[in-house]
Structures are given as C-alpha cells and as structure tokens.
C-alpha cells in the first residue's frame, strides 16, 4: 500500500514537471519583433533626417501602429513590452499632455527610434536566453492573437443578432469595431497576412453599416455579413506569419 502511494506521488510529480513548462515565445515571434524594430527604426531615421514636419508626422502614426502590434501581441520577453509600451507613448500624437512642437516632435521622433532598437537588441537577448531551454517551434504567435480577436468579435456580433435591440446592438457593433481595427494593426505587421487584413477592413465595413441601416432586418443582415468576414479572418489568420 505504502509503495502505490509513493508511486502515486512520483507519477503526480512527474506530470506537474511535464505539463508546468516556463511559458516563452517562439522564434518566430521574436524574429517578426525584430523586423518590426528594424523597420520603425530606419522609417523614423529617414523622417528625422527628411526635417519635413508634415512627413515626420505622417511617419509618427505608422511607427504608433508598428509599436501597438508588438505591445498588443503580449509576447513573453519583458524588455520587448516595456520598450514596445515606451515607443508606442512616444508616437501617440493623441496625448495633448506631451508637447506638439516641431522641436519636441524631432525628439519624440528620436526617443522612439531608440526605443526601436532597444526592442530589437531585447528580442535578442530573449532568443538567446531561450536557445538555452529549448525555444519552442509552436507556441502562442502573433497570428493567435488575431485568432482571439475574431473569437471576441464573433461572440459580439452573435449575441447582437439575437437582441434585435438596437441599445444592445450598438455597444456590441462599437466594441467589434474596436477589436477589428486592432487587428487590422497587427494584421498589416504580418506576412502572408493580406486575407486576413483584408476581412478585418470588410467586417468593420459591415458593422458600421449595421449602426446607419433604417430598420432591424437590414442592420441583421449587414451583422451576418459582418460575421461572414470574421469568420474567414479567424480562419486566413492561421496562415499569418
């Protein structure tokens, strides 16, 4: 009896050890944060050198979009998110609190190119720390972030349908909006991702004609078109890389 309890024991031991692994980011995910990095750092370089305000503006909301897709990707390496988080506040041209001038610009502008390549510099040092435990070939990527997205934005639209209640159907058609337009973002940081951007754009389309239609049966059917798209972004999504 006391030698099935103790193999019970090390049987229990054995599956914790097997199944409680460290979570870490594949080498996929941390190459596509080094190509986004590189990206956002030489596109500002050339902005600040350009010295054209409206350019560097212009070149400011891209890098925002770049810096969000890693920030909202939730990869593991810690470096990578506080960099992405400081390079995203720098290009928010939304937050009055910061100053707007052509001065202060050019150094936002610079900050966020350094953020770029601590970002870079950072996913680095992650693969190589994780070269040492074995990197996963497949574990959470980018792509299942849109993934869960089109989950969420599917669950908001079903349950839309079903209210015929406008009050409902607008806070639930708003949020999808939202969810949809992050994805979009992450979307057009991916490669072999151009489906999937594109079912996002649709489903927002049909979702804001859902809000405009002038009664119930019409707003229904733009929300199944909406739901249409959302399902085939969930599904091209799987070929994001």
Known sequence: MNNR????????????????????????????????????????????RSQEPVNLVLKMVWAWKEFDGVAQ???????????????????????????????????????????????RMAAEVCIVEANRTALPERGFAPRDVLIRDAEIVEFDLTDAKSTQDYHILAQKAEHAIRVLRDAEYLAETLENCTEALTAARLAAVFCREALVSNNWETSAQHVRSALDQVLLLKKAAESCR
């Open 5 to 48: 309890i103790l193999l019970l024991y090390i049987l229990l031991a054995f599956s914790a050890n097997s199944f409680a692994q460290p979570a870490t980011d594949t080498r996929e995910t941390l190459l596509w944060v080094q190509r986004q990095a590189d990206r956002i750092e030489t596109t500002l370089h050339d902005a600040v």
């Open 73 to 119: 990707a939730g990869v593991y390496c810690h470096a990578v998110r506080v960099t992405a988080e400081k390079g995203r506040a720098e290009c928010d041209l939304l937050n009055y609190d910061r100053k707007q001038d052509p001065s202060s610009m050019v150094l936002r502008a610079t900050e966020a190119r350094q953020f770029a390549h601590r970002m």
